[in-house]
């Protein structure tokens, strides 16, 4: 008689019998080249930009048509077999790692730009279109596509709409949600959803709202019609220093308690200036606490009022120097070090962890101190970037993946890091999204209550919790064993405490 498979093998065996029946199933759909399920062939596609976490799924499909969409959606529903929609992967908390029992559904060939509109000033472009090419398609016509992500040469507009995607220039003209008319897609059962229209409202609730940051829980997209802008006659930068952080952090609320809103107001610090200023050489002034990028765009009367303007605020803040850009190429360069704040931390070390949360303004410096003690407490090190003028968080902390210890450490170090943001009066994300990387500190941020109602508006859309399912929105019982939750005063309280 043999022996019962251990449940290890147990394990290989269920996940090797349900692979080969969800191949069978989406090949009868899809053609050949459509679908991947060998190991070597859905190994590229474990992770997103958080490299920390990764798992292999079932099967990757390729679609190249709505209705291979339409197809692959029904099929994985009949099947009972989790969904999670991908575009270029370039995420960074974990949103498109895969289920590993389940399909990942790349957009990547719906890259298509459909329409160009100068008339109404619009966009329609299939969702794997890469944020910058929108603006190069538009450029002819003196336009283009405001919000853009430090990785807008690789990312995708459906990846955008999912996370809600800012970028530096969003202080001024929006994130995601205010750039977009309208979105496509498809519901887990395949029915087509339509969300949002051309006009300056749409009847009924805001769903698209609900719908863009929704990191791919709710339903696919497909197709997105996007807000075009025209091109300022003239932009310029100044590069502000500061020798000291506090001093840095009070300039950005002056600047806007001014009744300035610049089209760009970024902060880096000292460790992040001197990582990006030996990466691309861009002028930055190493012997500062801190220096600050402020962006003015608009007609050339309008600039140089505010340019003054600004940099006189800077001044009485501080600035130990003040640098205007003087053409374009330089206002170019000087974002260039901003722009690769990511990949010059990642010269520095095997891996970092990019954290993504949001505090009042007045808070900045406190929120930077508070990182520079945590420094020592987990013996890791960590360079902060931001987007200073809505208090939207980067820290980038450095670590090797390959050593358990250091992992569990900058797991820690990031927690921290959220949830000091939440006690400062922020939230634990702005713009990256929640994925797998901040599900714990979401107890924290949000009560069981509160918790429930977003599941419920997803139940809404996806009753069976079959599209992204286990991300974003913790259970009661994942708080519990993480041993904080929210409750009524705003207090963290372990769960053997009395609750509401």
Same mark, same amino acid.
């Given at each position: 008689?043999?022996?019962p498979a251990s449940a290890p093998q147990a394990d290989t065996l269920q996940r090797a019998e349900r692979q080969s029946q969800v191949v069978r199933a989406l090949l009868a759909v899809l /053609?050949?080249?459509?679908?991947? $399920?060998?190991?070597?062939?859905?190994?590229?596609?474990? *992770?997103?930009?958080?490299?920390?976490?990764?798992?292999?799924?079932?099967?990757?499909?390729?679609?190249?048509?709505?209705?291979?969409?339409?197809?692959?959606?029904?099929? *994985?529903?009949?099947?009972?077999? /989790? %969904?999670?929609?991908?575009?270029?992967?370039?995420?960074?908390?974990? =949103?498109?790692?895969?289920?590993?029992?389940?399909?990942?559904?790349?957009?990547?060939?719906?890259?298509?730009?459909?329409?160009?509109?100068?008339?109404?000033?619009?966009?329609?472009?299939?969702?794997?279109?890469?944020? +910058?090419?929108?603006?190069?398609?538009?450029?002819?016509?003196?336009?283009?596509?405001?919000?853009?992500?430090?990785?807008?040469?690789?990312?995708?507009?459906?990846?955008? %709409?999912?996370?809600?995607?800012?970028?530096?220039?969003?202080? !001024?003209?929006?994130?995601?949600?205010?750039?977009?008319? !309208?979105?496509?897609?498809?519901?887990?059962?395949?029915?087509?959803?339509?969300? =949002?229209?051309? @006009?300056?409202?749409?009847?009924?609730?805001? +769903?698209?709202?609900?719908?863009?940051?929704?990191?791919?829980?709710?339903?696919?997209?497909?197709?997105?019609?996007?807000?075009?802008?025209? !091109?300022?006659?003239?932009?310029?930068?100044?590069?502000?220093?500061?020798?000291?952080?506090?001093?840095?952090?009070?300039?950005?609320?002056?600047?806007?308690?001014?009744?300035?809103?610049?089209?760009?107001?970024?902060?880096?610090?000292?460790?992040?200036?001197?990582? %990006?200023?030996?990466?691309?050489?861009?002028?930055?002034?190493?012997?500062?606490?801190?220096?600050?990028? *402020?962006?003015?765009?608009?007609?050339?009367?309008?600039?140089?009022?505010?340019?003054?303007?600004?940099?006189?605020?800077?001044?009485?803040?501080?600035?130990?120097?003040?640098? %205007?850009?003087?053409?374009?190429?330089?206002?170019?360069?000087? $974002?260039?070090?901003?722009?690769? @704040?990511?990949?010059?931390?990642?010269?520095?070390?095997?891996?970092?962890?990019?954290?993504?949360?949001?505090?009042?303004?007045?808070?900045?410096?406190?929120?930077?101190?508070?990182?520079?003690?945590?420094?020592?407490?987990?013996?890791?090190? *960590?360079?902060?970037?931001?987007?200073?003028?809505?208090?939207?968080?980067?820290?980038?902390?450095?670590?090797?993946?390959n050593d358990p210890d250091q992992l569990h450490r900058c797991e820690l170090f990031g927690a921290d890091i959220l949830e000091t943001s939440v006690a400062m009066g922020g939230t634990v994300?702005?713009?990256?999204?929640?994925?797998?990387? !901040?599900?714990?500190?979401?107890?924290?941020?949000?009560?069981?209550?509160?918790?429930?109602?977003? +599941?419920?508006?997803?139940?809404?859309?996806?009753?069976?919790?079959?599209?992204?399912?286990?991300k974003v929105i913790p259970t009661h019982n994942r708080c519990a064993e993480y041993g904080k939750m929210l409750v009524r005063g705003g207090k963290i309280s372990h769960p053997d405490l009395?609750?509401?």
């Open positions: 008689m043999n022996a /053609p050949a080249h459509a679908l991947l $399920w060998q190991s070597e062939d859905t190994t590229p596609y474990e *992770c997103d930009g958080l490299t920390a976490y990764r798992q292999r799924p079932l099967a990757v499909a390729l679609p190249e048509t709505e209705a291979q969409v339409q197809a692959v959606l029904k099929t *994985c529903h009949a099947l009972g077999v /989790p %969904v999670v929609a991908r575009g270029a992967g370039t995420g960074l908390s974990g =949103g498109a790692m895969p289920h590993a029992l389940g399909v990942t559904l790349s957009l990547a060939k719906f890259n298509q730009i459909l329409k160009i509109d100068p008339a109404s000033r619009t966009a329609v472009v299939q969702a794997g279109v890469r944020n +910058l090419a929108i603006s190069e398609a538009a450029a002819p016509y003196g336009m283009y596509y405001a919000p853009d992500p430090s990785s807008q040469i690789a990312c995708t507009i459906g990846g955008n %709409v999912a996370e809600n995607s800012g970028g530096v220039h969003c202080l !001024k003209y929006g994130l995601t949600v205010h750039n977009v008319l !309208k979105v496509r897609g498809y519901t887990i059962e395949g029915e087509p959803l339509e969300l =949002g229209s051309q @006009a300056l409202d749409a009847p009924g609730y805001d +769903l698209l709202s609900v719908f863009i940051g929704s990191e791919g829980m709710l339903a696919v997209t497909v197709e997105v019609t996007v807000r075009l802008i025209p !091109k300022p006659q003239l932009a310029r930068c100044i590069m502000a220093s500061f020798d000291d952080m506090r001093k840095a952090g009070d300039a950005v609320a002056a600047v806007i308690a001014a009744g300035i809103i610049p089209a760009g107001l970024e902060m880096m610090d000292q460790p992040m200036t001197a990582a %990006v200023e030996d990466f691309v050489h861009a002028g930055y002034d190493l012997s500062a606490a801190a220096i600050l990028l *402020c962006e003015s765009d608009g007609t050339p009367e309008e600039v140089e009022e505010e340019i003054g303007r600004m940099s006189e605020v800077l001044r009485r803040a501080g600035a130990t120097a003040i640098a %205007v850009s003087r053409d374009e190429a330089e206002r170019l360069k000087y $974002w260039s070090g901003r722009k690769n @704040a990511f990949p010059a931390s990642g010269r520095l070390a095997p891996d970092y962890m990019c954290m993504d949360s949001t505090i009042p303004r007045k808070r900045l410096a406190d929120i930077l101190e508070a990182i520079q003690k945590m420094e020592q407490k987990y013996g890791l090190k *960590c360079l902060n970037v931001f987007h200073a003028g809505d208090g939207n968080l980067h820290p980038l902390i450095l670590f090797d993946a994300t702005g713009e990256h999204g929640v994925g797998v990387e !901040k599900l714990n500190s979401m107890c924290v941020q949000f009560s069981p209550e509160e918790n429930a109602q977003m +599941l419920g508006v997803k139940r809404a859309f996806d009753p069976g919790s079959l599209l992204n399912p286990g009395p609750r509401f």
